[in-house]
């Protein structure tokens, strides 16, 4: 069974960077899209990130764009997030997700069927 585990996750004051690293298990990760996603507590989970299976293909929420690196190394079955010029409005737990039934990228929640415990991240002003 496939599993994903995030790390990387802490509290950064506003203006700072974070990595965030997601590892999977499992002998398949080469071949579905990865994405992120972020929830804030009493809000719906929202998209973050997402990349192809081979990372040819990335997109970014217009909220993160421009200051969010998604990438992925198929040889160590890892998706990380680079987060720079952090806000406040970026605190959220962050969940990294697989599209296991797909190789292209989607910014679409649905489209997930494989996720990972969650890592908070917390920006103080």
């Known amino acids: 069974q496939v599993q994903l585990v995030e790390s990387g996750g802490r509290s950064v004051q506003a203006g700072g960077s974070l990595r965030l690293s997601c590892v999977a298990s499992?002998?398949?990760?080469?071949?579905?899209?990865m994405g992120w996603f972020r929830q804030i507590v009493g809000k719906e989970r929202e998209f973050v990130a997402t990349i192809s299976w081979n990372g040819g293909n990335t997109y970014y929420a217009d909220s993160v764009k421009g200051r969010f690196t998604i990438s992925r190394d198929n040889a160590k079955n890892t998706v990380s997030l680079q987060m720079n010029s952090l806000k406040p409005e970026d605190t959220a737990v962050y969940y990294c997700?697989?599209?296991?039934?797909?190789?292209?990228?989607?910014?679409?929640?649905?489209?997930?069927?494989?996720w990972g415990q969650g890592t908070q991240v917390t920006v103080s002003s």
């Open positions: 997700a697989g599209r296991t039934g797909s190789r292209l990228s989607s910014p679409k929640l649905p489209d997930y069927d494989l």
């Open positions: 499992g002998r398949t990760f080469s071949t579905y899209a």
